[in-house]
């Protein structure tokens, strides 16, 4: 069975460019959340979305948004970005949304680069 | 205080020693608590979960529990080279069910 996946892996974009980031969680989930981690830190809670709807939001600004599809995949959205936006995106799936009791298995991540 | 606190290490053990992590979390009333390992360049990827106290045993890894001292710890035997990453604790919120909280990780190495 695939894991989650996310794609691209790299990106490279320029200051006050948009993004778009995606994830396909593993079959039969239906809640996806997203993290951010920034080099030299733990990951960074941004989104989670369960049957399309949003069930929680980290401290991000505006700036990052998420939707989630009819078949559960998910894209993050970052507008104008900034220096500070470059790290590796993380995405995660679960059953249900609230799951994080029992730990998350995380896609191989976006790598994304801020010029 | 961080929710969750790590030493950013680097630690550094030599192949075959026992490797010792450890992480402290600030909220009483956790329950969940998780170690994930990262290689560089890699996502993380959980390796050990536990819930009660005392001491949880996976092949060369032991992860230790203690509620009341509000410390979790993850204990490598018969490091080798390829343990050399960073290791991450996590712990969910409990304001927040879906979200789990990260400490900064440590980075072990390990030399042969």
């Known amino acids: 069975d695939a894991g989650v996946t996310q794609s691209p892996t790299h990106l490279i974009k320029t200051r006050g460019q948009h993004v778009t980031l995606r994830c396909s969680p593993i079959?039969?989930?239906?809640?996806v959340s997203w993290y951010q981690q920034v080099l030299g830190q733990g990951p960074q809670f941004i989104f989670q979305?369960?049957?399309?709807?949003?069930?929680g939001r980290g401290n991000f600004p505006d700036r990052f948004s998420a939707r989630q599809f009819p078949n559960y995949s998910s894209e993050l959205n970052v507008n104008a970005l900034l220096l500070g936006d470059s790290a590796l995106y993380l995405c995660?799936?679960?059953?249900?949304?609230?799951?994080?009791?029992?730990?998350?298995?995380f896609g191989s991540g976006t790598r994304l680069t801020v010029v | 205080q961080k929710e969750v606190e790590q030493n950013s290490g680097p630690l550094s053990v030599p192949e075959g020693a026992i490797a010792s992590l450890n992480c402290t979390y600030s909220?009483?009333?956790?329950?969940?608590f998780f170690w994930y390992r990262q290689y560089s360049g890699k996502s993380p990827e959980l390796i050990m979960s536990i819930y009660s106290n005392g001491d949880k045993e996976d092949g060369r890894f032991t992860a230790q529990l203690n509620k009341a001292s509000q410390y979790v710890s993850l204990l490598i035997r018969d490091s080798q080279p390829s343990d050399s990453a960073t290791y991450l604790c996590?712990?969910?919120?409990?304001?927040?069910?879906?979200?789990?909280?990260f400490g900064q990780g440590t980075t072990l190495q390990v030399k042969p």
């Open positions: 979305y369960y049957e399309k709807e949003e069930r």
């Open positions: 996590a712990v969910p919120s409990a304001s927040n069910t879906g979200k789990l909280i």
């Open positions: 079959s039969g989930h239906k809640s």
């Open positions: 909220d009483r009333v956790s329950q969940s």
């Open positions: 995660a799936s679960s059953l249900t949304a609230g799951q994080a009791n029992y730990g998350y298995t």
